[in-house]
């Protein structure tokens, strides 16, 4: 029979809060509800003893008045009776900012949701910690509530990781679905997301791909080494989509997502990371991810396909996301910030000597052409197709009404230069009302 436990004295963590918006509230409140399991899960006991706001007095729903408040974030950061900075403003400079390098600086443990930081001034933080002994947590900086950086830098540590990608912005994923679920257009529905809240503050950070492409960067020097690598990005966002495209991708087989990948260049110069619209077979998990979810699918060797789906934001999922961060730290659970021990001097996660291959890795290509409604229209096309020997797989015409008429193809995996080479030629042709709409098939 077990021996019956006697009480020791257990110490504390003292933690301070910068943010009291939504997530800010948000680990309050799970601090609280979920104290019990928490004490049962690490041997020290968490308590808040100070927070950060810029507005003191505003009520939050919630009670302050056990914590000291601080109006400045970084002077949170170095107060003597906070232990761990959880850092919940956001932004790569100001108070947001200023939490992180300071509470690093005083080499303490920093538990951030900053994924523009940490995408953008991660090799700053990296050298910080090398300085100054600290530690970064920054599980909530990616897809929310989903463990994917706990997932893929612990979970996944024994792989030759493949190819990451992911659903990382639920905004983007919402107005998809929604468009395509309701036959709505783009902007009408990105405005119900932004009275919903899924929205950035700046909603151009969601739909032209920066939101997801920070998030990208992160997974991508965690799954291939070195430090995250924003600026090697190429970028594309969903302003352009138009139902059409989402109802058409849908009849050859597809499902419409904006997707981030990151994978090694075939040339095995560096890792492309890209984020765009871009076609996924139905018959791929990710396909069916729909709504606000996230879902981040790692390849490696040898575990094959791992496919992680949850919710990417608000206040629960990424409360969830923070108070682990927090967890591991009480746990003595400290692994490198971005998976590999050595960062200074080791591979960028992109070559950037290799940014411009492009003609190497083949594609099969979907295309919405907007043409005149003429006879020898689809010639014309075609003739485009046969000169630059790109060989279609499908076409189709559809909303012809004597002035104007849509063309959809299918072509077969050719290299992406020559693609880009009869984007290019079909661009040029008198018949094309709209420069043509063109989305890779990412087959994952
Ligand atoms: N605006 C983001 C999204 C939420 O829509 O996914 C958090 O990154």
Redesign the pocket.
């Known amino acids: 029979m077990a021996a019956a436990h006697t009480s020791t004295a257990r110490s504390e963590l003292r933690l301070g809060i910068a943010g009291l918006g939504t997530v800010g509230v948000g680990v309050l409140r799970l601090l609280s509800d979920n104290a019990a399991e928490l004490a049962a899960r690490a041997p020290l006991d968490l308590r808040v003893t100070a927070v950060s706001a810029r507005d003191a007095n505003r009520d939050r729903g919630v009670d302050l008045s056990a914590y000291a408040f601080e109006s400045d974030a970084g002077a949170l950061a170095r107060r003597d009776d906070v232990d761990v900075v959880v850092e919940l403003i956001g932004g790569t400079t100001g108070a947001g900012a200023d939490a992180v390098i300071e509470g690093l600086r005083a080499g303490k443990a920093v538990v951030t949701a900053n994924?523009a930081l940490v995408a953008e001034r991660g090799a700053e933080l990296a050298r910080l910690i090398d300085e100054h002994g600290g530690a970064l947590y920054y599980e909530a900086a990616v897809a929310?509530g989903i463990p994917a950086i706990k997932g893929l830098r612990e979970g996944l540590v024994a792989n030759r990781i493949v190819s990451v990608a992911g659903i990382?912005?639920?905004?983007?994923n919402f107005i998809l679905t929604k468009m395509k679920d309701e036959q709505r257009a783009f902007d009408d529905v990105l405005a119900e997301a932004q009275a919903l809240g899924?929205?950035?503050a700046d909603p151009s950070?969601?739909i032209d791909g920066v939101?997801a492409a920070h998030?990208l960067a992160i997974l991508s020097a965690v799954a291939f080494g070195g430090v995250p690598d924003f600026a090697a990005i190429e970028l594309e966002g969903i302003r352009g989509v138009a139902l059409a495209d989402i109802e058409m991708a849908e009849e050859f087989g597809f499902s419409l997502k904006l997707l981030g990948v990151a994978k090694p260049r075939a040339s095995g110069a560096g890792v492309r990371q890209y984020v765009a619209p871009v076609l996924v077979p139905l018959s791929n998990p990710i396909a069916g991810v729909h709504d606000?979810f996230?879902a981040v699918v790692v390849r490696g060797e040898p575990v094959d396909e791992v496919m992680m789906r949850g919710r990417?934001?608000g206040e629960g999922p990424t409360a969830s996301a923070v108070v682990a961060d927090i967890m591991d730290f009480a746990r003595g659970i400290n692994p490198p910030l971005f998976g590999a021990l050595a960062l200074a001097g080791g591979a960028s996660s992109t070559d950037g000597a290799a940014m411009g291959e492009t003609g190497g890795a083949s594609e099969r290509r979907f295309w919405r052409l907007v043409v005149d409604d003429r006879p020898g229209v689809i010639a014309e096309v075609s003739q485009v197709l046969s000169d630059q020997a790109l060989s279609v797989e499908k076409i189709v015409q559809k909303d012809a009404d004597g002035s104007r008429a849509h063309v959809f193809i299918l072509t077969h995996a050719a290299p992406r230069a020559k693609a880009d080479g009869v984007a290019q030629a079909l661009g040029a042709l008198n018949c094309m009302i709209e420069a043509p709409a063109v989305y890779s098939v990412e087959a994952l």
């Open positions: 994924k929310g990382l912005n639920g905004t983007c899924y929205a950035e950070f969601d939101d998030k606000s996230n990417g934001a």
